[in-house]
Nanobody
Framework: QVQLVESGGGLVQAGGSLRLSCAAS????????MGWFRQAPGKEREFVAA????????YYAGSVKGRFTISRDNAKNTVYLQMNSLKPEDTAVYYC?????????????????WGQGTQATVSS
């Protein structure tokens, strides 16, 4: 099992940046592929980005490609989401998630473990 704790959310103006972190417990972090999802009020949870266990492969939703960057530091058991050029429509609770494989990386059901989420709010 792995436990995930997100941090780094907050309030930022449009055009600004935030860096989210997700710290994982346990010594098996490098055996998990990781993803970030977000959920806005009244909307379904949606895929944002994913990264393979080695960090060699990354995947992005079209709405964030070119603005967000996912990365990981296996020595620190942490995955990051750097969010630049933020827009009001990026406002959501952001969740990190862990999975044993990326066969279904685009959907929440493809992940086994979830953090509690961190709120990111972008004002116009």
């Amino acid at each position: 099992q792995v436990q995930l704790v997100e941090s780094g959310g907050g309030l930022v103006q449009a055009g600004g940046s935030l860096r989210l972190s997700c710290a994982a417990s346990g010594r098996t972090f490098n055996t998990y592929d990781m993803g970030w999802f977000r959920q806005a009020p009244g909307k379904e949870r949606e895929f944002v980005a994913a990264i393979s266990r080695s960090g060699a492969s990354t995947y992005y939703a079209g709405s964030v490609k070119g603005r967000f960057t996912i990365s990981r530091d296996n020595a620190k058991n942490t995955v990051y989401l750097q969010m630049n050029s933020l827009k009001p429509e990026d406002t959501a609770v952001y969740y990190c998630a862990a999975t044993g494989n990326l066969l279904n990386l685009w959907v929440p059901a493809g992940y086994d473990y979830w953090g509690q989420g961190t709120q990111a709010t972008v004002s116009s």
